[in-house]
């Protein structure tokens, strides 16, 4: 039986972003804050061709509420229309 994975953060990144740290089976990995709660609340992880957006174009706002699932085509889209 393994132990279920240890997370620790969030971490603030250089660029304001923020991460946890996933402690499973003796390996570590970063994964980004935001995916992280969003996969939390799927209950699944995202898919390769799913990335994780947040609604308001704010990156600091990472209430579940301002996040949302997009296709990694619709989500280049979003942020060209918007710069």
């Known amino acids: ?3 279920p994975p240890r ?5 603030p990144r250089l660029d304001g972003r923020q ?3 996933i402690l499973e089976n003796g390996r570590s990995s970063s994964k980004s804050y935001p995916k ?3 996969e939390q609340e799927l209950g699944r992880l995202l898919l390769p061709t799913e990335t994780c957006d947040h609604i308001n174009g704010d990156f600091t706002d990472n209430r579940i509420e301002n996040l949302q699932v997009l296709s990694r085509g619709d989500n280049s889209r979003k942020h060209t229309a918007l710069h």
């Open 1 to 3: 039986m393994t132990n």
């Open 7 to 11: 997370v620790y953060g969030p971490y």
């Open 36 to 38: 992280w709660l969003l």
């Open 19 to 21: 991460h946890v740290v």
